[in-house]
């Protein structure tokens, strides 16, 4: 359902009281995906509520199936209607939601879809809004909007819509696909899941190896074995095609869902990270969703440039910072064989702002990772499951020890519930400069961003690496994980020059990367480096960021390369 929609802010909250489930007063239209903030500039500062409108179509052809409709990412929160009637709520942006509608539908004739999106910064979200005290990276940023992370709160629908039908008796509600490798085998589980408590037949098909499915109380279970399997990864991203129906009596499928599977195995033992068994070494970057006018609405013209740049660089690697990424670009990254670090928007957590904002957040981020669990489970791209970017526990460098417990239990529970959910992949939760370090030990990797060298040791990088040099070695006497540098880089202005290398200059943010790059080199235990950030991107208005943007691109926001990008692709290129 991309296209034009109708669209109308409602800063006053008229709401469904207004009718605008059925008719928009004063509407103008926006191109769905896009975010709203670029297009007007009434709309660039606005957080509240606004809805969205079209017109579908359906054919009494479908009448006899089960129709729904799936939001790709409304962010932040949403409410749908079919023709006046509610169908969905949901909170949180950049994960997938999707409601039933048959029952609201009109056959032959159009439906009116609404959908109402709101991106207010509240305290009880994830991620949080500032608050009162506005502490953790908030009360350093300072901006407008005022965020408590460092990117633009771009709002809208920010991925596809989709009207889909299925079959109205028994369908296929989901499919998990988990993978070992057994001797040159690969062992392929395959679990499939039915609505309601089908007890029929199904089958799956891998290459040219089938096995039957029987189904009980929905789910069935079958494992299929291929000999000499060729293992999915960045030097060979090999994909076999999987196929799983549903069958009559006669054997005939009556319904059937098709992916792309890799087989690989990913674990963090004795201190590295094991790819297949064999120690992986991640080579990449942070990034965003981020373009000028599109926002952070699903863009596949940048996707495929920035993959390739990302290639071009030489980097095997990327954490989708800081919110889960368009499924398209998971998609790639299978293709193409990147390691993605999946995050959920667990950013900007403050264990100081008290038990209630605690409380709820937890239900929004042990949420949002079951919804990432389940979207993004089957891809071999994902090998790590982060489950928060830099909480703090208090003001920037005061720990206050009741917030460290607090956010020990909420992360305690989170890492556990990820587990729970996949016990195939190791988890991780990314650490801010002067943070709690028991909360690194949670995780299976160790993650953590920084900036000495730019937010300490201004302009004195030996300085600088001696006090990197001592903190990992200690990171790895203390806790013997693996551990990655998720982001480390300095805002660097495209043209500015310096020799001997000075903050904001090219050189400077060559020599820096340079300098970490060599520390990491030397430390085994360093099984990645993600440089911060891919290319600069939009951020709150601020003293803090110069036209309101943050330079730590080492490509500028429209893809040009700073000189730190030559390099990298000097010293990450496999020749
Ligand atoms: C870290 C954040 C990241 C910021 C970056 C920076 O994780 O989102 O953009 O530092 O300051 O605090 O550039």
């Not at 994909?239 to 098709?258: E, I």
């Amino acid at each position: 359902m991309s296209g034009l929609w109708r669209f109308q802010l409602d800063p006053q909250e008229e709401d469904e009281g207004a009718g605008w489930t059925r008719a928009l007063p004063a509407s103008r239209m926006i191109p769905v995906p896009c975010s709203w903030n670029d297009l007007f500039d009434d709309a660039r500062d606005h957080l509240g509520l606004a809805w969205y409108q079209t017109e579908v179509w359906t054919p009494s052809a479908w009448r006899s199936q089960r129709v729904f409709l799936r939001v790709g990412s409304a962010n932040y929160a949403a409410k749908v209607w079919v023709n006046g009637t509610v169908v969905a709520e949901h909170q949180g942006g950049h994960l997938p939601f999707v409601a039933g509608i048959s029952a609201q539908l009109v056959w032959d004739r159009p439906n009116i879809i609404a959908i109402t999106v709101e991106n207010k910064q509240l305290l009880g979200r994830v991620p949080p809004g500032p608050g009162e005290g506005g502490g953790g990276v908030a009360g350093v940023l300072g901006g407008y909007p005022a965020t408590t992370y460092d990117f633009f709160p771009y709002a809208g629908l920010h991925r596809q819509v989709w009207l889909y039908a299925v079959p109205a008796e028994a369908h296929i509600d989901d499919v998990t696909v988990t993978t070992t490798v057994e001797g040159s085998d690969g062992v392929v589980r395959v679990r499939v899941d039915a609505v309601g408590d089908y007890a029929g037949r199904g089958r799956v098909r891998l290459n040219d190896t089938e096995a039957d499915l029987a189904f009980q109380a929905g789910a069935a279970e079958a494992t299929l074995r291929v000999p000499s399997a060729r293992l999915w990864g960045p030097r060979d991203p090999h994909l076999y095609p999987l196929t799983v129906m549903l069958v009559d009596g006669q054997g005939r499928a009556t319904d059937s869902y098709s992916l792309e599977i890799g087989i690989r195995t990913v674990e963090a033992r004795g201190g590295r990270l094991l790819l297949n068994g064999e120690p992986a070494t991640l080579r990449g970057v942070g990034k965003h969703e981020d373009f000028p006018l599109h926002g952070r609405g699903l863009d596949l013209p940048m996707w495929v440039r920035d993959y390739e740049l990302m290639r071009w660089m030489g980097a095997n690697s990327y954490r989708t910072t800081h919110y889960p990424y368009a499924e398209e670009a998971m998609d790639l990254a299978d293709r193409l064989g990147f390691l993605v670090i999946n995050e959920i928007p667990a950013v900007g957590l403050n264990f100081g702002d008290g038990p209630d904002a605690n409380a709820q957040r937890l239900e929004q981020a042990m949420r949002q990772i079951r919804e990432l669990i389940a979207r993004d489970k089957n891809h071999p791209s994902t090998i790590i499951w982060n489950i928060a970017n830099e909480p703090f526990a208090g003001e920037i460098g005061v720990n206050q020890p009741e917030a460290v417990e607090a956010g020990t239990r909420f992360f305690r529970q989170l890492n556990a519930e990820a587990h729970r959910l996949d016990p195939t992949r190791p988890t991780m939760l990314v650490g801010v400069m002067g943070g709690p370090p028991e909360w690194l030990d949670i995780g299976d990797v160790v993650g953590i961003n920084r900036y000495y060298g730019w937010y300490t040791h201004p302009g004195q990088l030996d300085a600088a690496v001696r006090v990197l040099e001592a903190e990992l070695d200690d990171l790895h006497r203390r806790f013997g994980k693996p551990i990655v540098m998720t982001e480390f880089g300095t805002d660097t202005l495209p043209g500015h020059h310096a020799n001997p290398p000075e903050m904001w200059s090219e050189e400077y943010q060559t020599e820096f990367i340079r300098r970490y790059l060599d520390v990491a080199a030397a430390r085994p235990f360093m099984v990645g480096m993600h440089v911060w950030n891919f290319a600069d991107f939009k951020t709150g208005q601020g003293t803090m960021r110069a036209a309101g943007m943050n330079f730590k691109g080492v490509f500028t926001r429209d893809r040009r390369p700073k000189a730190a990008a030559h390099f990298l692709r000097s010293r990450w290129v496999e020749r």
